[in-house]
């Protein structure tokens, strides 16, 4: 559907949002499995009589069949297409009429259908959702049109935008082996080629209740969800056998990369740098705090150092930041962007963050850095709990790559425990060069007006 | 066995071989199939009293299942791990006893077998050869411990070359979603985890009269050969469905790609740039024709333009070269290399090649330089074609990537139609720097001595 907001674009959002999982003081989350092995979380927030209603399938664009690139994001959309109970267009409109809002979206890790609606609906949306695990209904005629809406999505929202295309870039030269390299929307010469059965072969493989986990959030208990779980998903078979995910290990990277992509959309340049980094689920010891707390102190806002080195002292680039982005399944990538100033030449601001890398590398962060970013990410932490989705998308993202809920209820309590030695360490680990692909987006000749720059919108293309 | 040549050392050699097909006038070839599809080809050389008999099997790793990179080159291995008839090492025995030699070698697109004998033998080998085309036998107590020998023979031929590694990382960066990004001999997380079923799925699925060349050349007749595979192949069946290739086409490349390599083994740095081309059997009209013309007039030998500019008048480069690989099912490569001299930058060394490029293609080539390439083309010919093995490969790969004998035979009557207009519009359609990868070898800190560079020796790794 072209109204959802696609998971290509979400993908960027949670890359954030993963630093901010619940504290362990406010949130009474509970967890258990259903007989078929649906994994049930809940996460109680009674501020307002509303529900968040998400169902993750544990399979994304990353466990895609070879030849079917971009299957897990056709089957999103089908989805909505209907089963015998609620054809057509039933389902959506079922929510709409009942006040809630829905969508969907597609990583390469899992796929995602939720519903936001008060809480008195919380059976409907579950009796939709769970309908449409096991019936949903496709045919050459409502499967084939959809292959043009995912085809227009492209154009819109990768082709039409020079930082998603050198994002993708940055991305494919990253991954020589694993999935995570191809765009999870797909490469078009395959996605053109995808057939109804193809969509089903895939439903019918992953779509399951073992396969999957129901997240709710909002003004319910956890007695609650399980008397309406069990009504609406309880009865529901596991049709196909349990299948490893089959994910290529990335061999150890030993070149440095760059990419250098030219357009005519770009006024002035952008500068953008990822390193192979660990996954929050993988990561060694407290690796993956560090790094978010390293990105925090060396990038993050107008106190970080990268900012007042470049931005104020230097005053040769108009923003630069960092990011760590850990949620994949597999891997990670540790982030560098920046705009120069009018007039400064690309390089000189890569050499000036350079400067700044090598020298955090070899002293290190201070404690006084190590104590304020602490504070920020906590009290930032306080502010995000309040957005119930974004809670949601949290929890279910770790449940979703292997971590368990206590890993996430236990954030705060863990990120306070991060050492300076913590913090050189993982970042020396991360940080060497043949780690790296370093993406450079220049005007090309006949140069037309700038396209809006979103910083590393695609690197979390992987997430 | 260790014993073998590996087809990625000879897939270099290819990349060279394939400049020198069959001359017209000298050589009547014969072309058939025989009832169960397998195409039989024969080249008579009646010079001495030798033939060279191969088996090209239409698979190669490009062609290889999801997770399982490396299994057509393991699967070459376990080719002589024996059959009911000729059990063990019998095959190898019987040809040497022979005075024989045989060997192997896999590309990304096909798998070849092939002996070199006595002509009295051919019967022998087409016996050996048809035996195993179907009776192989496979036991984990044979397939398990040729792992090891794959990863020995990827540590020696790769890993410790690292002009190798260098050729490894641009073609992984060249390729984003087609499968010739993939070493031939496989990610070796994946090569390690292959299992006898799996060799055994591979060969039952692709080893079979209907997707095999025979190809023999030497001192026989067309009618001497059809009789012979008549009796050792004729009986064949074709037990599996033929099945399409499934390859993902690469999306037209939109960024110039940069590869540098830091290792301590490197003396002095090296240069290489490889450019996504046509394959010979896919170019349109004499593209590919121009593309062979073109490398030999910019960078072949001591009177191509880059030779005279950059060793002999500027004293930059110590050597600087060109090739045109075409001879890929999908894509070829255009490239340059060069080895600066001692104190001279590198990118002193691309610049000066830059701008040989841009001169040639803002001026084209003359028509002078065009009638001593075609010469020069034409009289290397008459010299390579005393190589009955070398023509046996010509053709095989001609053949196995979908061209016809006819465009073999008729290669000196085309390359005398190449333009000058021709050479310009082929060079200009490739030379474009977002098709471009420019791989970068440079001396890590510690260097102890520089190991021995062979210019662009595994970008031909996808032939």
Known sequence: MTARIS??????FITFAVAVPARALDIDVSEFKLENGLHVIVVPDHRAPIVTHMVWYKVGAADEPKGKAGIAHFLEHLMFKGTAKYPGGAFSHLVRINGGSENAFTTQDYTVYHQRITKERLDLVMELESDRMQNLI???ANVLPELLVVLEERRERIDNNPSSLLGEQITAAMYTAHPYGKPIIGWMSEVLKLTRQDAVDFYRAHYEPANAILLVTGDVTATEVKALATKHYGGLKNLAAPKPRERTAEPQPIAERRVILKDQRVASPFWQRSYLAPAEAKAEGRDALALQVFADIIGSGPRSRLYRKLVIEQKIASQV????????LD???????????QDVDVAAVEEAIDAVIVEVLKNGVTQDELEMTRNRVIAETVYLLDNQEALART????IATGQSVKDVLEWDRNIARVTVQDVAKAAQAVLEEENSVTGLLLPAGNARGGADLQPAALDGVQN
């Open 395 to 398: 929890i279910g993202a770790a």
């Open 321 to 328: 930041g960092t990011w760590y982005s850990g949620d994949g």
């Open 138 to 140: 496709l045919t050459d």
């Open 331 to 341: 891997y990670g990538s540790f982030g560098f962007y920046a705009s120069p100033n």
């Open 7 to 12: 998971g290509l674009i979400l993908a960027w």
